[in-house]
């Protein structure tokens, strides 16, 4: 299993502050996140089923407002809280392209980022996710094992393909056990058998 990171340029709007659970406003952004069916910088490929089918369970973690993101580059699988930046709140799709809506938290490096957004700072979207690729050709193919973690907000590169990361790192599976409870496992099972049953597999 192979930990990967994509970047995606974040194309964005900002929508209107929206007050969560009666307190301060929190700035509210919408945008692409990630694209299916397209050759990434990374040169891997994410195919439109297997990706649409993680987002399902990854849906999981938006409902329960469990799907938060950093502020830049992570070199682990496991999200650390002390840079979380950002909560996705709303998680869609058109055609071959994944929409997020993120709202910027009040955290320090969610002050950072509002900072950089309010300041029209360009900045980009990177996913991290477990999973496995087989080559086919110059790209590599993401795999059934795919496991979607979080969404980063990172800073644009000003060189073309300093984000690029061609060889992703090898981790233990047994991370999963870290990342994903027994009551997310179960969800990502009974996913699976529906559809099946739905025939959308």
């Known amino acids: ?5 994509e970047f995606t340029e974040f194309e964005y709007e900002v929508l209107k502050e929206e007050k969560v659970n009666g307190g301060s406003p929190n700035l509210v952004v ?13 040169g891997r490929i994410y195919p439109k089923d297997i990706l649409f089918k993680e987002l399902e369970n990854y849906k999981k973690f938006v409902s329960e407002r469990r799907a938060v993101g950093e502020l830049d580059h992570a ?14 709140t709303d998680i869609w799709t058109d055609g071959s392209v994944v929409y997020g809506k993120i709202e910027i938290l009040p955290t320090p490096m969610g002050n ?25 050709g110059d ?13 980063d907000l990172v800073s644009e590169p000003s060189t073309p393909g300093a984000f690029m990361m061609r060889e992703a790192k090898e981790v233990d599976p047994r991370i999963l ?15 699976d058998i529906l559809g099946i049953k739905k025939g959308t597999l």
């Open 30 to 42: 919408k945008g692409v996140i990630q694209r299916a069916d397209t050759l990434n910088q990374n």
């Open 177 to 191: 056990d870290k990342i994903f409870s027994k009551t997310d496992r179960v969800n990502r099972i009974a996913n």
């Open 1 to 5: 299993m192979k930990f990967l990171k």
């Open 139 to 151: 790209a590599d193919i993401v795999q059934e094992d795919l496991h979607l973690i979080c969404w």
């Open 112 to 136: 950072i980022a509002r900072s950089l957004i309010e300041s029209n700072v360009k900045i980009g979207i990177s996913s991290r996710a477990l999973g496995s690729v087989r080559s086919r």
């Open 75 to 88: 070199d682990d699988p496991v999200v650390n809280l002390k840079n979380v930046s950002h909560l996705i």
